[in-house]
């Protein structure tokens, strides 16, 4: 394990609060012990070198052979036994697959080996100079993002969802990450504590605070924002939790129904059309049914409206024409967008969310880089009574 995974795995436990280059700093000065006479080379660090070694820009290769003869685990051992006993306790529970033979009776102990090992294990390596770096062949797919950050990189789109910035960078073969993992309630929070702010917000982040349902991936800037917790901190990160849980179980509850390929000769039609078909009129329509259909949300209803005057006949025309040269089954697409509609419609969505969630779903799945196309398709299946409910007046 190298320090940065290991920073990162006790900080929201027992450095909650802190800045994360305090944080690195205070782990180092708790497992060393300096004669009176030697300056210490804990205090000659800056903290952006702190920050850099918690981040994992910057390796403690040299850093660790400076204080390797320091090293003294009783004392970091100390510095763990101090800590409350819940915090021990959600130690023991990440740490526990990383270091063999630790019990939750001998928390504190294994922890300090763990980091001592970290130290001498640094200290052994060799620097990487420039000229290696330069001459060094990158494994073909070699990845930096963790396993674990997989599901929470698909729930976001691998995208901060605070500020929309890219979470992780490809670099030739290799892929980048450039995000911090963050708990969205400490798990070494007292549990009174705990209670009164979940009761506050009225949002709970589930039982188990080292779930996946209490973290969430930002950016540097955005987690740095956020690293002192509050009841405010919590209120904005578990919304986002919030939105992003029910983003990803639409997705996943949509996900394996597929669409005929037929209907990329719909979309196409869009990228290849050079005049605009001529818009009809609301009477045109035998049953106008967008009115009824959406009456809430007069930005849908208004968007769906203008997307079915202007091309529902030309849609309707090109279902005829290919399902008479047998290119594509009309009841079979139709089925399919009902399908995925009563799929949807069961999440507890309101209308925009579905709408955006099948219009995401169709480009998926017909592989059309044509969002506009995608958003005219689903409209007219609203016109046409397989998208939403009509409101009875």
């Not at 990450?177 to 705990?194: G, L, Q, T």
């Not at 955005?222 to 939105?243: G, M, Q």
């Not at 949509?254 to 869009?270: Q, R, T, Y």
């Not at 955006?356 to 592989?367: G, N, P, R, T, Y």
């Amino acid at each position: 394990m190298e320090f940065s995974e290991f920073a990162k795995i006790l900080h929201p436990i027992i450095g909650a609060g802190s800045n994360v280059d305090d944080f690195a700093c205070e782990l180092f000065e708790n497992i060393v012990e300096y004669p009176g006479q030697d300056e210490s080379p804990i205090d000659k660090k800056s903290m952006k070198s702190y920050k850099a070694y918690y981040l994992g820009d910057r390796k403690i290769t040299a850093f660790s052979k400076e204080i390797r003869k320091y090293v003294e685990p009783t004392s970091f051992e100390s510095y763990i036994a101090d800590m409350p006993e819940e915090a021990q306790m959600s130690i023991y529970q990440v740490l526990a697959e990383h270091v063999s033979g630790m019990t939750d009776q001998n928390i504190a102990e294994k922890t300090a080996e763990l980091f001592k090992s970290i130290i001498y294990e640094a200290s052994t390596k060799k620097r990487t100079s420039k000229k290696d770096k330069e001459n060094k062949v990158p494994e073909a797919n070699a990845l930096v993002v963790g396993e674990k950050d997989y599901y929470l990189l698909d729930e976001c789109n691998s995208s901060c969802p605070l500020c929309g910035d890219k979470l992780v960078k490809t670099i030739g073969e290799n892929i980048k990450n450039r995000y911090r993992r963050v708990y969205i309630m400490p798990p070494s929070i007292a549990s009174y504590e705990r209670e009164e702010i979940e009761a506050a917000v009225g949002i709970k982040v589930g039982d188990n605070l080292l779930a996946i349902s209490n973290q969430l991936l930002l950016c540097e800037d955005c987690a740095d924002e956020n690293e002192v917790f509050s009841k405010d901190v919590y209120n904005r990160l578990a919304n986002i939790k919030v939105k992003l849980m029910k983003r990803k179980n639409t997705v996943d509850t949509i996900d394996e129904i597929a669409v005929e390929e037929g209907i990329n000769l719909i979309l196409k039609s869009f990228t290849e059309m050079k005049d605009a078909p001529i818009e009809i009129k609301k009477d045109d329509l035998e049953v106008f049914r967008v009115d009824r259909k959406i009456p809430d949300n007069i930005f849908l209803r208004e968007t769906v409206t203008g997307m079915v005057l202007r091309y529902y006949r030309h849609i309707e025309d090109l279902f005829k024409q290919y399902e008479r040269r047998g290119l594509l089954r009309f009841n079979k697409i139709k089925n399919e967008i009902s399908q995925c509609f009563e799929s949807l419609d069961e999440q507890d969505l309101n209308q925009q969310e579905i709408f955006d969630a099948m219009v995401q779903w169709l480009q998926k799945q017909s592989k059309c880089k044509n969002l506009p196309a995608c958003e005219i398709i689903i409209a007219f299946f609203v016109q046409n009574c397989e998208v939403f409910y009509e409101i009875a007046e």
